[in-house]
């Protein structure tokens, strides 16, 4: 009964929406139930099934003190990967992806670095020092690098784990994270890839509902473990 109710949570938030079945992957095909009106259908006790090895390895990284790394830059994912993220401190990435950012890392953590000693400056009063113009530079240079690193600042080491709302549109740093052996949690849709995805969400990944069910579900796991 209690996996009824859920089924029909997920129903309600249109988690089972995929897409034409003319755009679906062939990885994709042993999660569709069936194709209505040429959509495809996603297999929600699969789903469900699949969801509960990712809460399983989310608590392990979480009991570990490690970190996962929220990345979402689709409108629909932008609020809700940036909030859970920081209700969870975890770092996160909400603007584009910077090529080198796992793969990089100490070089893009001198940039994260850069933004901390700024805003730290800036809070104190420092920057008074510096010309009007100076200032100015500063002031663009800090909203520059906060808005590309702003989420990572708290991003000391290479997370245990990424979370990606939609593999398809995130490939860049799941490429990243395959070569460094980093594990993906992926929600993706019925057109993605999942082939480099160790543990995929299969699901509507543009429903904000959707993606708002499993980002929270990861982020309150992962804070209660």
Not at 62 to 89: C, H, M, R, W
Not at 139 to 151: N, P, S, T, V
Request: net charge positive; proline share 4%.
């Amino acid at each position: 009964m209690e996996n009824e109710q859920l089924i029909k949570d997920l129903m309600e938030r249109g988690v089972h929406y995929g897409y034409s079945k003319s755009r679906r992957h062939p990885s994709m095909k042993p999660y569709i139930f069936t194709t209505k009106n040429r959509g495809d259908i996603f297999d929600l006790t699969k789903t469900t099934q699949e969801f509960d090895k990712v809460l399983a390895f989310v608590k392990k990284v979480a009991t570990d003190k490690k970190q996962i790394l929220f990345v979402g830059t689709k409108p629909e994912a932008k609020t809700i990967v940036q909030n859970e993220a920081v209700a969870s401190s975890n770092p996160f990435v909400i603007d584009r992806w910077i090529g080198g950012t796992l793969t990089n890392f100490k070089e893009i953590q001198k940039r994260s670095n850069k933004l901390q000693t700024l805003q730290k400056e800036k809070e104190s009063g420092d920057l008074a020092k510096y010309t009007k113009k100076e200032r100015l530079g500063l002031e663009r240079l800090m909203a520059k690098l906060d808005r590309y690193f702003g989420g990572i600042t708290n991003m000391t080491e290479k997370p245990a784990a990424l979370v990606v709302v939609d593999p398809k549109k995130e490939d860049i740093c799941i490429t990243e994270a395959n070569q460094l052996g980093i594990p993906v949690i992926a929600i993706a849709n019925s057109d993605c890839n999942i082939e480099s995805v160790q543990f995929p969400i299969p699901a509507n990944d543009s429903a904000r509902a959707s993606i708002e069910y499993f980002i929270k579900a990861i982020a309150s796991t992962y804070n209660d473990a």
